[in-house]
């Protein structure tokens, strides 16, 4: 394997060696599934730099065709959209989606989540993933909010730099691993009423301040490409905008991989944004921003050509953009070994199965409880509701059957364990009976029988109720402006309650939706989101007690659509009642973020503060009778600063196993970046004056220990 110094000098032979035509054609990223066999061999034959989406036999023809047929034999680099596992790949593993993986609060799940995913890849003999997403979940009504780590910076940073990790591994040029890309770059998420690839309403200091940290991460673990967003700053596409792409991800981050567009991002300048008049005039400014690659509009190739022989753009732009790809690929050894073989065997392997399997149970979060859970003695469980055997729901977006743009007819690949699947199973070891009805369809029209549900569940000892929503109402395009329940969820929920029973309430959805008192009025509340392969049996798991759950929500829940964005880290000011938020709503979420529950309560005691040395500590005890997991987390408040600040900010976290009546002080060292800000020069600065430093169990206030200082 070469050096970096090597690999730079072989980086510039090749680029000497290259025509205009071959610098534009490696700037190309070809959509195999609209281009075709035949078209897609054409472009390989020209030296196009990568194709997307090709598989298994595909992708070698087309690999043999770039080698063996283009003039310079430059080996193509092949991007697959692996969000949460090989999900592609009806023989994959599927994790949780990132929001609930992000609610283990746990990066090793991420880590390993990112090398089971790498490894299957690798195995199909493909080399890059679209993935991590670093956007920020902010606004629930966001279609892809499933594809986040959540709405904190801080944690999101964390778990997609450990996921980077995962994927590429210590060396990505070995079998096993494979070439990350951050996205979307940046503030996909923040866009105006949380409809996809509209404006952002946000500056420059905002965006340093809230998006640009997860992505400083993701370029410090090393990410090796990064993909820029639909949206716009000011009125100015991502895609055409050189000081996002120059002066900021190059610039001050550093970051040395390359840029690729996102799906059709240079035609979408003239068709949907509007901002320029033809595909030519978007190939000028998208090459002259900085974007290094470009997704799907292969009408680049022509129209930068042309752009070259005219003046608009300089063949020097061409040779950048071709020496961060060039790079890309020698340090992957592609041109040795342009094919991954990854692990034989592993797609489903009893490894990778069980590290999906630990990812559910770390993910899923206990919200409610008045002592009905864990389930004991009982002889009949009834599992009603629309989510309970809809593996569909419980996938989540981004697989081979769930995906909008593949066979949504392809019957789901064993092994996986629905709700329902993992509470039959679970009360047959147990001599329980277990009765299920759907009870309702998620949307309106498809399904009705509660009164059927009600005969099933009526001399149950327990009723478990799943609700949530359906890939029909997740993703790209999705994005939905009411966030209760959809359908006839609420009177299939009030029918349950209705008869008596214990009743506990499980979501299973890809987001926060306003569950109301279909949590409130339960007897238990449990957050599964999209859990996998194996969330349903996650879900059993903790409803026996053979888990004890300790995930922790990622994300705030709202408790009416009207309520969005309810993020803990609110900015100051609000002129509302004797500040308790809207006047028709309760204070606050209905759920926080940071909170969650187990069979174990844990108190805080003793928090210390050295303002010398900025190490703060705190007693933590369980104090209930099993063995728990506790995630301690660290808030700050800058008083009085010279912007706003959150009332609030997470700035560190720890997570700590004690047996039942075990105590322990949990450290953190910490620093004074820990406590900065983006002024308004856009300078990250620590000011001088008093802060108020927070450790607890959740961002709600009553669940913090508090101390002030001064710095």
């Known amino acids: ?54 598989l298994g036999d595909d992708a070698r023809e087309i690999q043999r065709a770039a080698i063996e047929q283009s003039r310079l034999g430059i080996p193509v680099i092949f991007g697959i959209d692996a969000i949460h ?102 503030g996909y998420g923040e866009a105006v009423g949380a409809r996809d690839s509209c404006d952002t309403e946000m500056t420059y200091r905002k965006l340093r301040e809230i998006f640009l940290p997860p992505f400083k991460k993701a370029v410090d673990a090393g990410v090796g490409s990064i993909m820029t967003a639909y949206g716009s700053i000011d009125g100015t596409p991502f895609t055409i905008d050189p000081v996002t792409m120059k002066d900021i991800l190059r610039g001050e981050l550093g970051f040395d991989g390359f840029v690729v567009t996102d799906w059709d991002n240079v035609n979408s300048l003239v068709r949907r944004q509007h901002v320029c008049e033809t595909t030519e005039e978007a190939c000028v400014l998208a090459a002259n921003a900085g974007n290094d690659m470009i997704m799907t509009s292969t009408e680049f190739y ?96 981004w697989t081979y059957f769930t995906h909008p743009k593949l066979n949504l007819e392809h019957e789901p690949v064993r092994p996986y364990v629905t709700v329902k699947e ?3 199973a679970a009360c047959a070891a147990r001599g329980m009976t277990c009765a299920y009805h759907r009870g309702c369809s998620v949307l309106d029209g498809e399904y009705e029988d509660i009164a059927g549900a009600v005969e099933t569940a009526r001399d149950a000892d327990a009723i478990v109720l799943v609700v949530g929503d359906v890939i029909a109402q997740v993703g790209e395009e999705k994005d939905r402006a009411v966030l209760e329940l959809s359908g006839r969820q609420m009177a299939l929920f009030d029918a349950m309650r209705a008869l008596g029973v214990p009743l506990v309430t499980v979501l299973v959805a890809s987001k926060p939706l306003a569950v109301g008192r279909a949590a409130a009025q339960a007897d238990a509340f449990i957050c599964a989101f999209n859990g996998g392969m194996f969330g349903g049996e996650a879900v059993a798991k903790a ?23 309810v993020y803990y880290n609110q900015l100051p000011g609000w002129h509302c009642q004797q500040g308790k938020g809207y006047c028709d709503l309760p204070e606050g979420p209905l759920y926080a973020f940071g909170e969650g529950m187990g069979y174990s309560a844990f108190a805080y005691s003793d928090l210390t503060f050295d303002r010398e040395t900025l190490m703060a500590g705190v007693k933590v005890t369980n104090m209930g009778e099993r063995t728990g997991t506790e995630t301690v987390q660290v808030y700050f408040n800058d008083v009085v600063s010279s912007v706003l600040t959150p009332v609030k900010q997470l700035i560190a976290f720890k997570q700590v ?55």
């Open 1 to 54: 394997m070469m050096d970096n110094r090597q690999i730079m000098t072989r980086v510039e032979e090749i680029l000497a060696s290259m025509t205009l035509e071959e610098k534009a054609a490696q700037m190309v990223q070809v959509p195999y599934a609209f281009a075709g066999r035949e078209e897609s061999l054409r472009w390989a034959k020209m030296g196009a730099g990568s194709f997307l989406h090709v």
């Open 85 to 186: 596992g090989h999900g592609l790949n009806d023989h994959a593993t599927i994790f949780p989606t990132q929001l609930a993986a992000a609610c283990s609060w746990n990066t090793e799940v991420a880590r390993i989540m990112g090398e089971v995913t790498a490894r299957e890849v690798a195995t199909d003999g493909l080399h890059w993933t679209f993935s991590p997403v670093l956007c920020l979940g902010r606004d629930t009504r966001w279609g892809r909010v499933n594809e986040t780590f959540g709405e904190d910076p801080y944690l999101a940073g964390e778990m997609g730099a450990a996921i980077v990790r995962g994927y590429q591994g210590e060396d990505m040029s070995d079998d096993e691993h494979i070439l990350a890309c951050a996205k979307h770059y940046i």
């Open 302 to 397: 022509q129209a930068v050509l042309s752009a070259v022989r005219d003046g608009q753009v300089k063949e020097e732009t061409l040779d950048d953009a071709v020496r961060h790809i060039l790079t890309v690929k020698l340090r992957m050894n592609l041109f040795e070994k342009p094919e991954k073989t990854g692990r034989p065997g592993c797609f489903g392997c009893e490894e990778h199965l069980q590290h999906a399997k630990d990812a559910a149970d770390k993910s899923l979060v206990l919200l409610g409880n008045n002592g009905v859970l864990p389930l004991r003695e009982a002889k009949k469980i009834a599992v009603i509701g629309p989510n309970a055997d809809d593996v569909r729901a419980q996938y989540g977006d």
């Open 422 to 424: 993992g509470m039959e």
């Open 543 to 565: 409803v026996f007690g053979e888990i004890n759950p300790c995930g922790r929500l990622a994300i705030s829940f709202p408790r009416a659509s009207g309520q969005v964005p």
């Open 657 to 711: 196993e004690l047996a039942p009546g075990e105590s322990a002080v949990v450290e953190f060292a910490l620093s004074r970046e820990d406590f900065s800000l983006i002024n308004r020069k856009e300078e990250r600065v620590t000011e001088p004056g008093g802060f108020e430093l927070m450790i607890g169990h959740s961002s709600r206030e009553q669940d913090l220990l508090k101390t002030s200082f001064r710095l």
